[in-house]
T-cell receptor, first 114, second 114 residues
């Protein structure tokens, strides 16, 4: 059963605009959330994370928002650039001190057009 | 910089062959993981290991086995390769501890089984 869901398989955004990628989760034990970016034929690279004690974390053009009551998080990219075109995976962990595997969503393919 | 390397970027094997995928990490991480990535299915966990000689089944362990004889090396074994094991295989490592929660991925091995 998929515990982390990315319901939009793809998203197309114009360069300079905001990209919003969404992620929902079902397991209330998750308390740490991460976003990964993946280019074709490469391994995923870590982008940004957020702990459940926060509702927002920002790193340059990337901001992640967490709504614990709704079990929902989103990644905002502002402004979007063509180099942001990639597959974005949302991931969740039950405990930030845990060595457990991350639970990944199915990914959203973002295309940023010039 | 953390480095996770995988023995091959591309591999072509025949049905029934025994296949070894090797992964090495150079950061003394306790935890290592094997995923496969398929279009529309995201990253699915095959096996993981939290210590030398320890292994845990992930979500889709059938048809696979693993070996971890040394801390830095985690091998994925396809005992008798089948065409439905054609996929991108990703290895990852992750330290245990509160500060570090991201997984570091290798570049992936694109395996084709004919």
């Amino acid at each position: 059963d998929q515990q982390v869901k990315q319901n939009s398989p793809s998203l197309s955004v114009q360069e300079g605009r905001i990209s919003i990628l969404n992620c929902d989760y079902t397991n209330s034990m998750f308390d740490y959330f991460l976003w990964y970016k993946k280019y074709p034929a490469e391994g995923p690279t870590f982008l940004i994370s957020i702990s459940s004690i926060k509702d927002k974390n920002e790193d340059g053009r990337f901001t992640v928002f967490l709504n614990k009551s709704a079990k929902h998080l989103s990644l905002h990219i502002v402004p979007s650039q063509p180099g942001d075109s990639a597959v974005y995976f949302c991931a969740a962990s039950p405990d930030s001190n845990s060595g457990y595997a991350l639970n990944f969503g199915k990914g959203t393919s973002l295309l940023v057009t010039p | 910089d953390v480095k996770v390397t995988q023995s091959s970027r591309y591999l072509v094997k025949r049905t029934g062959e025994k296949v070894f995928l090797e992964c090495v990490q150079d950061m003394d991480h306790e935890n290592m993981f094997w995923y496969r990535q398929d279009p529309g299915l995201g990253l699915r966990l095959i096996y993981f290991s939290y210590d030398v000689k320890m292994k845990e089944k992930g979500d889709i362990p059938e048809g696979y086995s693993v070996s971890r004889e040394k801390k830095e090396r985690f091998s994925l074994i396809l005992e008798s390769a089948s065409t439905n094991q054609t996929s991108m295989y990703l290895c990852a490592s992750r330290p245990t501890g509160r500060v570090y929660n991201e997984q570091f991925f290798g570049p992936g091995t694109r395996l084709t089984v004919l």
